[in-house]
């Protein structure tokens, strides 16, 4: 099954608006994390921000913030003034815990963004 | 600055050929993946390591091998290469702590024909 959903393929939005990219994910376990990465057509991967699931306060990282609910099991990215530059593919990941030890980090499938004047 | 190195960017392989994609990491991260790449399915997880000759399947394990012998390299091997391991092939590290994010290498592009 499908660990982490997210469901747009792709978006549009205009410069100096305000865009979400949904995540949502599918877990039992209470301790885990999530994360957002960019990768730009340069194909590196940027991380951009991380929410652990016991953090009490949304995780914001400069114009990056995450709209976490819990109890829904979202984790949207919300880009506040869009750039040009923020134009790149958005993947959501998921930090699992192994019992054994270690940690098993799953992606989701992406949203390609792109930003119009 | 954490450097993930993978050996090659480009390669090209026959079918039936076995192959070696080495990703070499510089700053003692206990954990260590390999992705592959696929456009509209994301990064999917082929294996991982959390520790030095221990190894986990990911999701999608069929067709591959690793080996980790050394904490800094993570190996992964495609036994018998089939057309279909054509990809972008990323192998990513981190330390083992919760918060800790994942360091890609820039990732090798794998033809097999």
């Known amino acids: 099954a499908q660990k982490i959903t997210q469901t747009q393929p792709g978006m549009f939005v205009q410069e100096k608006e305000a865009v979400t990219l949904d995540c949502t994910y599918d877990?039992?376990?209470?301790?885990?994390?999530l994360f957002w990465y960019k990768q730009p057509s340069s194909g590196e991967m940027i991380f951009l921000i991380y929410?652990?699931?016991?953090?009490?306060q949304n995780a914001t990282e400069g114009r990056y913030s995450l709209n976490f609910q819990k109890a829904r099991k979202s984790a949207n990215l919300v880009i506040s003034a869009s750039q040009l530059g923020d134009s790149a593919m958005y993947f959501c990941a998921m930090r699992e815990d192994l019992t054994g030890g270690g940690n098993k980090l799953t992606f989701g499938t992406g949203t390609q963004l792109k930003v119009e004047l | 600055d954490v450097k993930v190195t993978q050996s090659s960017r480009y390669l090209v392989k026959r079918t039936g050929e076995k192959v070696f994609l080495e990703c070499v990491q510089d700053?003692?991260?206990?954990?260590m993946f390999w992705y592959r790449q696929d456009p509209g399915l994301g990064l999917r997880l082929i294996y991982f390591s959390y520790d030095v000759k221990m190894k986990e399947k990911g999701d999608i394990p069929e067709g591959y091998s690793v080996s980790r012998e050394k904490k800094e390299r993570f190996s992964l091997i495609l036994e018998s290469a089939s057309t279909n391991q054509t990809s972008m092939y990323l192998c990513?590290?981190?330390?083992?702590?919760?918060?800790?994010?994942?360091?890609f290498g820039s990732g090798t592009q794998l033809s097999v024909l």
């Open positions: 877990t039992s376990d209470p301790s885990y994390g």
């Open positions: 700053m003692d991260h206990e954990n």
């Open positions: 929410q652990g699931s016991y953090d009490q």
């Open positions: 990513a590290s981190r330390l083992g702590l919760s918060r800790a994010k994942l360091f």
